[in-house]
């Protein structure tokens, strides 16, 4: 065990540390600290403030030479033994590594369970993943799931981790000090009752890395159905009524196979929609209205609307005389329909349409209006094998009955 000190206001005040952490100070250090400026975090670092809170409370230190690293990498043990002491979750002392006792209360409260990683020094010392971090969080605002790819999603949509770009959520990533401080003290205010803003292009990341779709997160408006729907299904939401294991298709006789590697929705309205280069150029596309004689129909005008990207495409096709020898994927999108279906043949899009560049179904995409269809049928993802007749089949990786 090392000591380090932190210098506040001339005055050299210990705290103890373990090799590298951030240390819990006494009564008196939290009021000193509570205005304390590290040489290297200047008062608009974006963790200015949660470093200054944290430090306030007690959890965190800096160190002897009044810096506070905030881009230095955090360890498992180490941001479990700060989430400890913040929520003030009740230590006994223990035999063996200094973070046992940390490490025994996290798990009495269910932070960790031994599943995460191996119970041991080398799975303590490990540098904490931003995806650990999340699982850590979303469990101490109560979240739970026995999805483990799911806790970035519930730890974004709660608010309590942001993208490190936009809508780059960095799983794999590092944890920093100054992350980890952001994130505990974003913990206890939700844990108060607090709403805290969110980063919507994370979530939206986060739910395509989970479920393969970001459906939800993008359009939520559209995607909507009775409660009794999800819940009758043995749901706890209406996003989890997507069902990732039909977004691969294979035909009865096993000649064709294609999969659907995630469904994109991009906000045309968003000009910082993260998913926009999917279907760049955007002055190139065009949406389809049944008449196959009309080209004119530009997607770039219809702003007020959603595009469906369906990335993915053939896996393997052993027999391109049976099956469309194209790459891309055969799809089909119901229950956002035309209420007027001569409007639609004049070019106004109110209806689910397919969009294109040269020619129809060279872009694996649809388009949506936003306001102006009717439903008449239940919504519906469909993915079908390229073929009609007896060789035709389809897999549905989602079925609302909407509102209709």
Request: hydrophobic fraction near 40%.
């Amino acid at each position: 065990m090392k000591k380090y000190f932190t210098k506040i206001a001339g005055i050299a005040l210990a705290a103890v540390l373990m090799a590298g952490t951030m240390g819990i100070t006494s009564a008196n250090v939290q009021a000193a600290t509570a205005t304390t400026q590290f040489s290297d975090v200047e008062s608009t670092h974006w963790g200015a403030s949660a470093i200054t809170k944290g430090v306030s409370k007690g959890y965190v230190d800096g160190y002897m030479n009044g810096t506070f690293k905030p881009d230095a990498s955090v360890t498992r043990a180490e941001f479990v033994k700060m989430v400890v002491s913040a929520m003030g979750l009740e230590i006994t002392p223990a035999n063996g590594k200094w973070y046992t006792e940390y490490v025994d209360a996290a798990s009495k409260a269910d932070l960790y369970v031994s599943t995460d990683f191996n119970d041991s020094e080398v799975g303590w010392t490990k540098v904490m993943t931003r995806e650990e971090m999340a699982r850590v969080a979303a469990r101490a605002i109560g979240e739970t799931t026995k999805e483990d790819d799911k806790w970035m999603y519930l730890a974004t949509k709660a608010g309590l981790i942001k993208g490190v770009g936009i809508g780059q959520i960095a799983p794999k990533g590092l944890t920093t000090r100054a992350q980890a401080i952001v994130v505990i003290e974003r913990i206890l205010s939700k844990n108060t009752g607090a709403s805290l803003d969110f980063d919507k292009y994370a979530i939206g990341n986060a739910e395509i890395a989970w479920h393969g779709t970001n459906i939800f997160t993008v359009m939520p408006e559209m995607w909507v159905t009775p409660e009794s729907d999800w819940k009758q299904a043995g749901k706890s939401s209406v996003e989890e009524m997507w069902n990732e294991k039909l977004m691969t298709i294979t035909s009865k006789d096993g000649l064709y196979q294609g999969k659907l590697e995630a469904l994109i929705a991009i906000d045309l309205a968003d000009p910082n929609d993260p998913n926009l280069g999917l279907i760049a150029p955007m002055n190139t596309l065009k949406w389809f209205n049944n008449k196959p004689d009309v080209r004119n129909l530009m997607v770039k005008d219809q702003k007020n609307s959603y595009v469906l990207y369906f990335s993915g495409g053939t896996v393997f096709n052993k027999d391109t005389k049976k099956y469309n020898p194209s790459k891309n994927l055969q799809f089909r999108v119901d229950g956002f329909n035309s209420a007027d279906a001569n409007a639609h043949a004049k070019g106004v899009l109110n209806t689910t349409s397919y969009v294109f560049r040269n020619s129809l179904f060279d872009t694996p995409a649809v388009i949506i209006p936003k306001t102006g269809t009717v439903q008449q049928s239940d919504l519906v993802i469909r993915l079908q094998t390229p073929a009609g007749g007896s060789l035709f089949s389809e897999s549905i990786p989602l079925r609302l009955k909407g509102i209709q």
